[in-house]
């Protein structure tokens, strides 16, 4: 098994090495992983600002400005006028937007899933709890 040191780093290498793999199962091909995940956050949490964004990502502002230009071009989402202070603009999924990245995730569980059927049982028990220890890991 290793030293925790060798064990981390294995860890590591094949987290990342899945999650770069799922990356690329993206329907639009031309999104890059920060706009797909300014999708997926306004996705999963509503309209935001701005500001909420930039912080999320943890970018500047300009640089998130220039991300939200980008998929508003791409008709993937829209600014609208916050209802209570008219200077402020809330950042909102379109409906291609919201397409996109309920599309997008489905491709990359369908990705996962084929996967998953080639291991036997009791591997993917061992995911299942290697899954849920990640999870907590990620907490701390």
């Known amino acids: 098994m ?6 981390s780093t294995a860890l590591r290498m094949s987290t990342l090495r899945l ?5 690329a199962e993206r329907v639009d091909p031309s999104l890059s992983d920060g706009q797909f995940a300014v999708l997926g956050w306004l996705h999963k949490r509503g309209p935001l600002t701005l500001t909420q964004l930039a912080e999320h990502e943890r970018v500047s502002a300009p640089s998130m400005n220039r991300t939200v230009n980008c998929l508003e071009e791409s008709g993937y989402l829209v600014r609208e006028a916050d209802e209570a202070d008219r200077r402020r603009s809330n950042i909102r999924l379109t409906e291609a937007g919201r397409d996109i990245v309920t599309t997008t995730l489905k491709q990359r569980d369908a990705w996962l899933t084929t996967r998953l059927r080639d291991l036997s049982k009791e591997d993917r028990a ?5 899954a849920e220890l990640m999870g907590d890991l990620a907490t701390l």
Do not use: K
């Not at 290793?2 to 064990?7: K, L, N, P, S």
């Open 126 to 130: 061992t995911l299942a709890r290697a």
């Open 2 to 7: 290793g030293t925790i040191a060798e064990q």
């Open 19 to 23: 999650a770069r793999r799922l990356r």
